[in-house]
């Protein structure tokens, strides 16, 4: 039987989603966790990779199981699993669903932090001094809609780089100034690269007709320094 899992984690102490060939991949500590549980090998295939430091509210993965366990008891395996992941949700899907190749679109959000940050809030947003953040928003329209997003990402030969993205929002709290974008996919370290780029303007050292030029001509040296993963939080996939 296939199985789908939702997981949240902080991202803070290992080297992203993917399994690493030091074990310090989350997914090797959920694989680890499921072998703990059950005394079977269980390999587990995600959604996507998350980059070193990056954070998940909604990852998803999908595993394959003969054993006669119900949904909710494979929840059991979070007694096994760090306290910095956690599965949420087990359900049964049809043996064709694919955890990556099934999804629809994905929402990620990036935190800016209005002031600085203290030793409980440092890994999950960015602090940056003197930033302006209305040219940051009115900067924001220009990633909507279908654009080749080579310039913004770190190149994979191959890899298709022409994205849509539905929805780019900018909300502000009372500590916080958070970015969300939704797309159908995304690239590596393309929403770092967009969030890098808007800084840059919101620090007034590039104009806002910068992210025209970058999606005209795929430029990547004029993109602004890659922003820290720690601000970024893979919100919720849609299948």
């Not at 680890?32 to 998940?56: P, W």
């Not at 119900?70 to 669903?97: A, G, H, M, S």
């Not at 969300?180 to 620090?203: A, D, E, P, W």
Request: glycine share 6%.
């Amino acid at each position: 039987m296939r199985y789908k899992a939702i997981v949240s984690y902080d991202g803070t102490n290992y080297l992203g989603y993917q399994s690493q060939k030091n074990r310090q991949g989350i997914q090797d500590a959920i694989e680890k966790a499921f072998r703990l549980m059950t005394q079977t090998t269980i390999y587990t295939t995600g959604a996507g990779r998350t980059d070193k430091g990056v954070h998940a509210l909604g990852q998803v993965f999908h595993f394959d199981s003969d054993l006669d366990i119900d949904e909710n008891t494979w929840l059991r395996v979070n007694d096994r699993l760090p306290l910095d992941i956690r599965i949420l949700k087990v359900t049964k899907v049809k043996p064709d669903f694919h955890a990556r190749h099934s999804s629809k679109s994905k929402i990620y959000k990036y935190v800016i932090a209005k002031q600085p940050s203290t030793p409980f809030s440092k890994n999950y947003e960015v602090y940056i001094k003197n930033l302006d953040i209305q040219p940051m928003v009115e900067a924001l329209p220009q990633f909507l809609g279908t654009h080749d997003f080579k310039g913004f990402c770190q190149y994979v030969e191959g890899k298709p780089t022409i994205k849509t993205i539905y929805r780019a929002d900018f909300k502000e709290t009372k500590k916080h100034y958070v970015f969300t974008f939704h797309g159908n996919s995304f690239l590596k370290y393309m929403v770092r690269s967009i969030m890098g780029t808007l800084i840059q303007i919101g620090l007034g050292k590039k104009d806002i007709s910068v992210i025209r030029e970058i999606l005209e001509t795929q430029n990547r040296s004029l993109v602004g320094k890659t922003a820290e993963s720690r601000g970024l939080f893979l919100v919720k996939i849609f299948y």
